[in-house]
């Protein structure tokens, strides 16, 4: 059983800053690759970015490249995500998603409301 727990949402107006954090817990745990998805009102979940737990290799979606930055720490199975000059349409509930080893299921965290607004 692998538990992901987000933290580090809520309000925030346009310009400003939030950092989102996961950690993820589970019996012999394994991680292969996080990812933080969103889901804005009427609108399908949709991927921001993720990274490779060894090595760290990321990417990121096009609309938060220059934005959101996704970072790791491996040893506490944790990501996090420095979220920079905040868009009303950055508002969405946002997800935590773990890969994990060596059968690549993909595990979901509950989910953290980030609401920007002026």
């Known amino acids: 059983q692998v538990q992901l727990v987000e933290s580090g949402g809520g309000s925030e107006h346009p310009g400003g800053s939030l950092r989102l954090s996961c950690v993820a817990s589970?019996?012999?745990?394994?991680?292969?690759?996080m990812n933080w998805y969103r889901q804005r009102p009427g609108q399908p979940r949709e991927l921001v970015a993720g990274?490779?737990?060894?090595?760290?290799?990321?990417n990121s979606a096009d609309s938060v490249k220059d934005r959101f930055t996704i970072s790791r720490d491996a040893a506490k199975n944790s990501v996090y995500l420095q979220m920079n000059n905040l868009k009303v349409e950055d508002t969405a509930v946002y997800y935590c998603?773990?890969?994990?080893?060596?059968?690549?299921?993909?595990?979901w965290g509950q989910g953290t409301q980030v609401t920007v607004s002026s």
């Open positions: 998603n773990a890969v994990t080893l060596p059968t690549m299921l993909s595990h």
């Open positions: 589970g019996s012999d745990l394994k991680i292969y690759m």
């Open positions: 990274i490779i737990m060894n090595g760290g290799d990321s």
